[in-house]
């Protein structure tokens, strides 16, 4: 089971509130083993926080976020939050059917603790947060206090923190944030991004003291799967 571009994981899923291990997809099964086998994400006695971001707008980083975050629920790692920090490009809401009301933008303004906007999901051990819209006169404020601040009260409640992250090339936010996170992964889209945007972009990462622990092919042709690591 994964989640593709043309369909909401409701539709692809009919409303089945547990995942099957064996319905899991098998490439993302592979990532995540990946994920978890690099540090700090081996140790067993912390919370998890994981960003996937990209150079460009567009590459899949909500298509691969998802389907991690529910690869790790269906896996019963405990339970997972799937954040999405794109305001730029909001679109957790579309995919799972819900309405963008408040989210991420709002727990960074101190509108509403981070607690008040989590979403339940049909999925057993997935919530959400989705991007949530700002009232007038709310600012996000994007530091790395607001941010630690914001991810120690999840950490309490979540084993696993997956967050669909802005562009990392030429979004200050994108790195900011991936920064604060235990890993990230950038996702390349095969045949639209060159060698030289995605190691520019792996650069400001690393600049931004990011863990960088890999990337992801997205988009591939056919014949080699769509999904690389």
């Avoid at 790790?72 to 799937?82: D, K």
């Amino acid at each position: 089971m994964s989640v593709d571009q043309n369909m909401s994981v409701e539709q692809k899923t009919k409303r089945s509130s547990r995942i099957p291990i064996g319905d899991l997809d098998e490439r993302y099964l592979a990532l995540v083993r990946q994920v978890t086998a690099s540090d700090p994400f081996k140790r067993d006695d912390d919370s998890r926080v994981l960003g996937v971001t990209s150079s460009l707008s567009g590459e899949g980083t909500t298509t691969v976020a998802a389907n991690i975050a529910l690869t790790v629920a269906g896996m019963a790692s405990g339970p997972v939050l799937l954040v999405d920090a794109n305001d730029l490009r909001p679109s957790l809401h579309k995919v799972f059917g819900l309405k963008n009301t408040i989210g991420f933008q709002n727990a960074l303004s101190g509108g509403h603790s981070p607690l008040e906007c989590i979403t339940p999901t049909v999925f057993e051990g997935l919530s959400l947060t989705l991007s949530g819209k700002l009232a007038d006169g709310e600012v996000a404020l994007y530091s790395n206090s607001s941010i630690d601040e914001l991810l120690d009260e999840w950490r309490d409640t979540f084993r696993w923190i997956i967050f669909d992250l802005p562009p990392s090339n030429n979004v200050t936010s994108g790195a900011l944030l991936a920064s604060r996170m235990d890993g990230a992964l950038m996702v390349v889209e095969a045949d639209r991004v060159d060698r030289k945007i995605a190691e520019r972009t792996s650069a400001r990462l690393r600049r931004a003291h990011a863990n960088l622990l890999g990337a992801v092919y997205n988009k591939v042709p056919k014949h080699a799967g769509d999904l690389a690591w």
